[in-house]
C-alpha cells in the first residue's frame, strides 16, 4: 500500500519563511503534489514535483528527492492568509495513474 | 468559465434515508473524483469516474454507497441508509481529458463541497 507522513501543526510568524515536509512510500512514484486548503474551504493546487530537484511558484516552493521518497513544500514571506492545511499527494503506478492518496496534512498558524 | 459545482452545499438526512450528492465538473474535465473528509483529516479517495465509466471504486464502501457519471448531467454519488458515521465533507474534483504536459501534473479542481449531515 501506499503511505504519506506530514507533521501535523507547524507555527511561524509573519514574514518568516516554514518548510512542511511530506515523506512518503509507494510503488511506482510518478510524482507529487500540495494542495491548500483553508477551513471550510476546498482544497487548491499549489505545486507539482515529479523529478528531482526545487520548483518555484512565486512565494511557494516544492522540492522533491525520489531517492530518499521524500518532499517539503517551502513558504517564504508568510502572511496571515497563508494560515490553512496543506497536504501533500502522491501519484503513483501502485495507488493508479490519475488518482491521488493525500497525506493527513500540516495545519499552519501564522500569528503576527 | 465556472469552475466545479456542488450541490447541495449542506445535506442534513436522518439515519436510514438517502442522500445525493451532485458534481458538474470544469468545462471540458472528463474525470471526476470523489473525497471524503472526515473532520481534522486528510481527504479520503473514493472514486474515480470518466463518463458512463467506473474507473476505480477502490475507495467506496462496499455496502450502500455507489456513484455514477452518465453521458449526460452530472455526477451522482449516493448514499443509502446513510448512519451517523457517514456524516463528513464529501468533496469533487475534476481533471481535464488529456494529461497536460508541464508542471502541473494530474492537478485536479476541487469544488466546494457538500457537508453531510446525519441524525
Known amino acids: 500500500g501506499q503511505s504519506l507522513e506530514q507533521p501535523s501543526e507547524v507555527t511561524a510568524v509573519e514574514g518568516a519563511i516554514v518548510q512542511i515536509n511530506c515523506t512518503y512510500q509507494?510503488?511506482?512514484?510518478?510524482?507529487l503534489s500540495w494542495y491548500q486548503q483553508h477551513d471550510g474551504g476546498a482544497p487548491t493546487f499549489l505545486s507539482y514535483n515529479a523529478l528531482d530537484g526545487l520548483e518555484e511558484t512565486g512565494r511557494f516552493s516544492s522540492f522533491l528527492s525520489r531517492s530518499d521518497s521524500y518532499g517539503y513544500l517551502l513558504l517564504q514571506e508568510l502572511q496571515m492568509k497563508d494560515s490553512a492545511s496543506y497536504f501533500c499527494?502522491?501519484?503513483?503506478?501502485?495507488?493508479?495513474?490519475?488518482?491521488?492518496?493525500f497525506g493527513t496534512g500540516t495545519r499552519l498558524l501564522v500569528s503576527p | 468559465n465556472a469552475g466545479v459545482m456542488q450541490n447541495p452545499r449542506h445535506l442534513v438526512r436522518r439515519r436510514g434515508q438517502e442522500a445525493r450528492l451532485r458534481c458538474s465538473p470544469m468545462?471540458?474535465?472528463?474525470?471526476v473524483y470523489w473525497y471524503r473528509q472526515l473532520p481534522e483529516e486528510g481527504l479520503k479517495f473514493m472514486v474515480y469516474?470518466?463518463?458512463?465509466?467506473?474507473?476505480?471504486e477502490s475507495g467506496m464502501p462496499k455496502e450502500r454507497f455507489s456513484a455514477e457519471f452518465p453521458k449526460e448531467g452530472p455526477s451522482i454519488l449516493r448514499i443509502q441508509q446513510v448512519v451517523r458515521g457517514d456524516s463528513a465533507a464529501y468533496f469533487c474534483a475534476s481533471s481535464p481529458p488529456v494529461r497536460l504536459a508541464g508542471a502541473s501534473g494530474n492537478e485536479q479542481f476541487f469544488g466546494p463541497g457538500t457537508r453531510l449531515t446525519v441524525l
Open positions: 499527494a502522491v501519484e503513483s503506478q501502485d495507488t493508479g495513474f490519475q488518482k491521488l492518496v
Open positions: 468545462k471540458g474535465h472528463s474525470h
Open positions: 469516474l470518466q463518463k458512463e465509466n467506473i474507473i476505480d
Open positions: 509507494t510503488s511506482g512514484f510518478y510524482g
